[in-house]
């Protein structure tokens, strides 16, 4: 299932396009607290490059710089604030939101872990890694993706699945200079982030049907939030 859930089916896929761009507004916003020029803010960049790939209106790409800028004279101010749970059958999650309303979202957060368990802070983070995740695929047909990553400094590697996507994983703090040499190893980068890895993914096979779509009920309802940014399973692929 890989370091970050995603949702399935059509119904779903139909509508992520408005959520997806609600999100990278959000996190170009955030980001362009650090300075407006995406040259000198290698987190902006990376959104920015993110949001260009996922096709944003640049009018609307703009707008997001310079509100988060404090360039439009609006304020804005999002927590982050990071929900540690189970989902059913006792699979670890975690949920990275950013907020405008606190009181908010905690009690909707609570009324969705019901059919699961929320768990205090740090209750699940000891059995995730918190590392760099870079998304891309191959440009060049001969492209190595273990080569790629000694070559381009990442510390390890999802070699691509069905969709042609592999996934680099980096120390926290070299995201930014890997997703830099990937391209000269013959890899496009689609998105890079901060995130988090399981250590002990449960293993599907472990589950029956029943219980796995148990699970991806319970994680689609919590992905379709408003406020939800990431999330983090420990499922495995």
């Not at 995603?6 to 955030?30: N, P, R, S």
């Not at 990071?82 to 909707?108: I, K, Q, S, W």
């Not at 990442?154 to 391209?183: C, H, K, M, N, Y």
Request: hydrophobic content about 45%.
């Amino acid at each position: 299932m890989g370091a970050q859930w995603k949702a399935k089916g059509k119904a779903q896929v139909a509508d992520a396009k408005g959520k997806l761009f609600g999100k990278l507004a959000k996190e170009i916003m955030v980001a362009a607290r650090g300075g407006a020029d995406p040259a000198l803010n290698s987190r902006l960049r990376l959104a920015v490059e993110q949001a260009r790939k996922a096709s944003m209106p640049k009018d609307t790409l703009e707008r997001a710089i310079k509100k988060g800028a404090g360039l439009t004279g609006e304020t804005v101010h999002f927590e982050h604030v990071m929900y540690e749970g189970f989902a059913p059958h006792r699979v670890p999650v975690m949920v990275e939101c950013l907020t405008d309303n606190l009181n908010r979202t905690a009690p909707e957060m609570r009324v969705l872990f019901r059919k699961g368990q929320l768990g205090t802070s740090g209750s699940v983070a000891w059995d995730f890694d918190h590392v760099g995740m870079i998304e891309a695929e191959a440009a060049k047909p001969d492209a190595d993706v273990e080569v790629a990553a000694i070559e381009a400094g990442a510390q390890d590697f999802e070699a691509a699945g069905e969709d042609g996507v592999a996934i680099f994983l980096t120390d926290p703090a070299d995201v930014d200079l890997v997703s830099r040499a990937l391209p000269a190893q013959g890899f496009t980068v689609l998105s890079a982030k901060l995130g988090y890895k399981p250590k002990n993914p449960v293993d599907p096979a472990s589950l029956s049907a029943e219980q796995l779509e148990e699970v991806e009920a319970f994680l689609a309802a919590i992905d379709a939030h408003d406020d939800v940014q990431h999330m983090y399973v420990g499922l495995g692929g």
